[in-house]
């Protein structure tokens, strides 16, 4: 618990000083975000405002792990340090980040609203996500558990859900695919929810408090070894490090907050965003809630949807809307909801979903105890 307070501590001051320290530096290079000419006109006055705000997210991340790990070592050599698990995060969430910065940098340095086309972005993204996948299906610890599983999860390992019932390779292959399908869902989940200012990064703050609350519950609740499963135990590979990094996510994204509410000095852009939903990700497959992550990440998922439903209505009906703009949140402001009045209500349904899937993993737990 120390080193959750010591991380979450470090991130929270490394984001909230480091994120004007980078407005100021955007500014001076003239790096600011171009707006949609078919968005809400009420959205055109925040030309200009600084974005790629979310490196100082991820930078805030990288420093308070670091710095977490080094200082649990010198009061006690013995520790851990970081985990096989807490490392294969951070490359998801980095390596999507460095994609979402890519995208930002060719906005801003060609001064128009789209970056890298859609086929390098799929490119780049498959790249990472294919990395990430077949590098979790190592490591194993001392026990035999690796940091992820071939077995589809709703709040653990569905055991006649397993994806490996082909063999090993067909298995690996088909993890591999079911591992990108999550990851592609959270990060254009997250992309498409950063819209209006503080939206996205209030609700993943939520999202993160929960993993922290199950990384330290499947800690408390760890089975000693994959023979022991049954008993209401939890078979993860480091959930201890998980809670810390998701305690460090979710404070370095309130640090971003401050800035980032409305009027945002500051955007996130593709950065956090991707580096946001790829973290997700990370977070459920590691922890053995894939299923689990519908519910929890609620907010994304009817986002997600109502962009789906307003294509589909479009194409099916020759160019009628569903809704009066995709994503959801913009449909309530050309409704008349105050833009602030859209993000407060969004986080409530968040908050709403999240409470929702903290109560289904603890239920579990209680049924099988």
């Known amino acids: 618990m120390i080193a959750l307070l010591i991380g979450a501590g470090v991130a929270l001051l490394a984001a909230l000083i480091g994120t004007p320290l980078f407005i100021r530096f955007l ?19 925040k030309r200009g405002t600084p974005t790629m705000g979310g490196t100082v997210v991820v930078a805030a991340v990288l420093i308070s792990y670091s710095v977490t790990h080094l200082l649990m070592w010198f009061m006690n050599p013995r520790s851990p340090g970081p985990s096989a698990s807490g490392l294969l995060l951070l ?7 460095f994609v979402g910065f890519l995208d930002d940098y060719i906005k801003i340095s060609k001064q128009r609203s789209l970056g890298l086309n859609a086929k390098a972005k799929l490119i780049l993204q498959g790249v990472v996500g294919i990395a990430f996948a077949v ?18 999860s709703l709040v653990r390992d569905i055991p006649w859900l397993n994806l490996a ?15 990108n399908l999550i990851v592609t869902a959270a990060t254009n989940g997250v992309n498409l929810t950063d819209g209006l200012d503080g939206l996205a990064a209030g609700a993943a703050v939520m999202v993160f408090g929960a993993y922290t609350i199950m990384g330290i519950w499947q800690s408390n609740q760890a089975c000693g070894s994959p023979r022991e499963a049954g008993s209401g135990c939890y078979i993860v590979r480091d ?7 998701a305690a460090i996510m979710s404070a370095a994204l309130v640090g971003f907050l401050w800035w980032n509410t409305s009027p945002a000095k500051i955007f996130m852009g593709d950065t956090g965003s991707l580096a946001i939903g790829g973290a997700i990700a990370g977070f459920a497959i590691m922890s053995r809630t894939e299923l689990l992550l519908g519910l929890i990440g609620g907010l994304f998922v009817l986002i997600t949807l109502s962009v789906i439903i307003q294509v589909g209505y479009f194409k099916a009906t020759k160019g009628k809307r569903f809704f009066k703009m995709a994503p959801l949140q913009h449909h309530f402001e050309l409704k008349g909801w105050a833009e602030v009045t859209v993000v407060v209500r969004f986080w409530i349904l968040c908050g709403l979903f999240v409470a929702a ?7 579990e737990w209680v049924v099988l105890l």
């Open 91 to 97: 490359f998801l969430a980095v390596g999507m980040g």
């Open 165 to 179: 019932f082909g063999g090993t390779v067909l298995g690996a292959i088909l993890f591999v695919i079911w591992s």
């Open 357 to 363: 899937g903290l109560g289904i993993f603890y239920a």
């Open 135 to 152: 590098l979790a299906l190592n490591f194993p610890d001392s026990a035999g558990i690796t940091p992820a599983s071939t077995q589809i």
């Open 239 to 245: 959930p201890l490090d998980l809670a810390l990094l």
């Open 27 to 45: 500014v001076n290079k003239g790096y600011g975000q171009f707006i949609r000419d078919d968005g809400p006109t009420s959205h055109h006055t």
